[in-house]
């Protein structure tokens, strides 16, 4: 069970991990739902009651609520750009989120202590408005739906299992059950959404990466460019393109079988990945074809140099299934 209360899966791909905690800030009229319910809630708690815990919870649920909609606010429009900014926005997001349960949870202890039946009712209808959002779009991220979850309905349980009345211990208990309940439904709803982003990848990943070498392929070098383009428009920023085939290939080919021409390929890729620049776009554009497209240029001399580099790697011989080519 610990494994669901951290904030990244082991082995999780980090775009993955970016993209699940890009979909919880994308709740925000959940967020503003729940905390106008809590604000209006806690109100009514006040005007009818004028109890000085209530006016406690007042506070406490206003600060609470403009810091989670701040939060929501300053989240980056575009989404963070690497696994590492997504952590401090996760738990930001969890924080905002266990912050508000604890408020609802300090609801259903101070009304439950009190001859409120009204404000039972109240605390009642939070905790499972709170459950139901964060058992459906926040269950992407686990950690926080189940820790959130835990403390509303636990706390919930007890304060209705400590009532005089057994119809109140009989809530209660219902609630804890609940509990177990819940804790399916956020797990299943996660694995189901990761899956589906798992496999929304591989299919981006085939439709722009050649299957032989898992360079680039012809359509995504062509987007490179386009893009390339554009940000010399723009910005200024300026990108060169280096082409290349492989003399003798087909005679490689002829000689020694497809087979062994495939791996030649795939050992070309490899060479033309490594003699690159960590920026560069790598692609295969077709047969023997090859592309690489090198970002933020300095000068000429700068491609020219990566230009003989790359001719150097790949002129060396190569050594495949025991056969030196």
Same mark, same amino acid.
């Given at each position: 069970?610990?494994?669901?209360?951290?904030?990244?899966?082991?082995?999780?791909?980090?775009?993955?991990?970016?993209?699940?905690?890009?979909?919880?800030?994308?709740?925000?009229?959940?967020?503003?739902?729940?905390?106008?319910?809590?604000?209006?809630?806690?109100?009514?708690?006040?005007?009818?009651?004028?109890?000085?815990?209530?006016?406690?919870?007042?506070?406490?649920?206003?600060?609470?609520?403009?810091?989670?909609?701040?939060?929501?606010?300053?989240?980056?429009?575009?989404?963070?750009?690497?696994?590492?900014?997504?952590?401090?926005?996760?738990?930001?997001?969890?924080?905002?989120?266990?912050?508000?349960?604890?408020?609802?949870?300090?609801?259903?202890?101070?009304?439950?202590?009190?001859?409120?039946?009204?404000?039972?009712?109240?605390?009642?209808?939070?905790?499972?408005?709170?459950?139901?959002?964060?058992?459906?779009?926040?269950?992407?991220?686990?950690?926080?739906?189940?820790?959130?979850?835990?403390?509303?309905?636990?706390?919930?349980?007890?304060?209705?299992?400590?009532? !005089?009345?057994?119809?109140?211990? /009989?809530? *209660?208990?219902?609630? @804890?059950?609940? +509990?177990? %309940?819940?804790?399916?439904?956020? &797990?299943?709803?996660?694995?189901?959404?990761?899956?589906?982003?798992?496999?929304?990848?591989?299919?981006?990943?085939?439709?722009?990466?050649?299957?032989?070498?898992?360079?680039?392929?012809?359509?995504?070098?062509?987007?490179?460019?386009?893009?390339?383009?554009?940000?010399?428009?723009?910005?200024?920023?300026?990108?060169?393109?280096?082409?290349?085939?492989?003399?003798?290939?087909?005679?490689?080919?002829?000689?020694?079988?497809?087979?062994?021409?495939?791996?030649?390929?795939?050992?070309?890729?490899?060479?033309?990945?490594?003699?690159?620049?960590?920026?560069?776009?790598?692609?295969?554009?077709?047969?023997?074809?090859? !592309?690489?497209?090198?970002?933020? /240029?300095? *000068?000429?001399?700068? @491609?020219?140099? +990566?230009? %003989?580099?790359?001719?150097?790697? &790949?002129?060396?011989?190569?050594?495949?299934?025991?056969?030196?080519?």
């Amino acid at each position: 069970m610990r494994r669901w209360f951290r904030l990244q899966d082991d082995g999780q791909p980090d775009a993955i991990y970016t993209e699940l905690v890009h979909i919880v800030y994308t709740a925000m009229p959940q967020v503003v739902s729940l905390a106008l319910g809590v604000i209006i809630a806690t109100s009514f708690l006040v005007m009818t009651y004028g109890d000085p815990a209530y006016y406690a919870l007042l506070a406490s649920a206003v600060t609470v609520s403009l810091m989670r909609i701040a939060f929501m606010l300053a989240y980056p429009k575009g989404g963070c750009r690497d696994a590492r900014e997504s952590r401090f926005w996760d738990i930001l997001y969890g924080t905002g989120s266990l912050a508000i349960a604890c408020v609802i949870a300090g609801m259903s202890l101070i009304t439950f202590s009190k001859e409120h039946p009204g404000a039972h009712l109240l605390a009642v209808g939070l905790t499972m408005a709170m459950a139901a959002g964060h058992g459906s779009r926040i269950a992407v991220r686990p950690w926080i739906a189940l820790m959130s979850g835990t403390v509303i309905m636990v706390t919930l349980g007890v304060a209705a299992a400590s009532h !005089a009345d057994p119809l109140y211990n /009989v809530l *209660g208990y219902l609630t @804890v059950v609940y +509990l177990f %309940s819940y804790y399916e439904t956020v &797990l299943r709803y996660y694995g189901v959404i990761v899956d589906r982003l798992l496999k929304k990848r591989e299919i981006e990943h085939l439709a722009s990466h050649d299957p032989l070498t898992g360079l680039a392929n012809r359509r995504a070098v062509e987007r490179a460019l386009s893009e390339a383009d554009r940000l010399w428009e723009i910005e200024a920023r300026a990108f060169a393109t280096l082409c290349l085939d492989l003399d003798g290939f087909k005679a490689v080919n002829d000689m020694h079988g497809h087979g062994i021409g495939d791996r030649l390929l795939c050992a070309v890729a490899q060479r033309l990945e490594q003699a690159a620049g960590s920026g560069d776009l790598c692609g295969r554009l077709g047969g023997d074809e090859f !592309a690489v497209i090198c970002k933020d /240029v300095r *000068g000429e001399e700068q @491609v020219a140099l +990566l230009a %003989s580099a790359i001719i150097a790697s &790949l002129s060396q011989p190569y050594r495949i299934e025991g056969r030196t080519i």
